[in-house]
Nanobody
Framework: QVQLVESGGGLVQPGGSLRLSCEAS????????MGWYRQAPGKQREVVATITGGGSTRYADSVKGRFTISRDNAKNTVYLQMNSLKPEDTAVYYC?????????WGQGTQVTVSS
């Protein structure tokens, strides 16, 4: 059974940093694309960053230069390092993986940026 479990969210002041982790289980994820999405209250879920099995990355314009996605295939884990956080980054952050055209989601982790 494929499972994605996020961790690392919390409350942080503007300008601060957080590191999200997404631990995957149920299969070897090393060759599959994975990503981070977020959903703020009253808004649609949006892509934040994605990473291929080979390590190629893409970012939403709103987070370029501030966020970094990475993966440790030995640990079946993908990370999102978030620096210079802004109040508009407040959202529930979801981990995503696509396996054989099937999309899997984690349960989400809340990130709140506020003074």
């Amino acid at each position: 059974q494929v499972q994605l479990v996020e961790s690392g969210g919390g409350l942080v002041q503007p300008g601060g940093s957080l590191r999200l982790s997404c631990e995957a289980s149920g299969t070897d994820f090393s060759i599959y694309p994975m990503g981070w999405y977020r959903q703020a209250p009253g808004k649609q879920r949006e892509v934040v960053a994605t990473i291929t099995g080979g390590g190629s990355t893409r970012y939403a314009d709103s987070v370029k230069g501030r966020f970094t996605i990475s993966r440790d295939n030995a640990k079946n884990t993908v990370y999102l390092q978030m620096n210079s956080l802004k109040p508009e980054d407040t959202a529930v952050y979801y981990c995503n993986a696509v396996l054989h055209l099937v999309t899997y989601w984690g349960q989400g982790t809340q990130v709140t940026v506020s003074s």
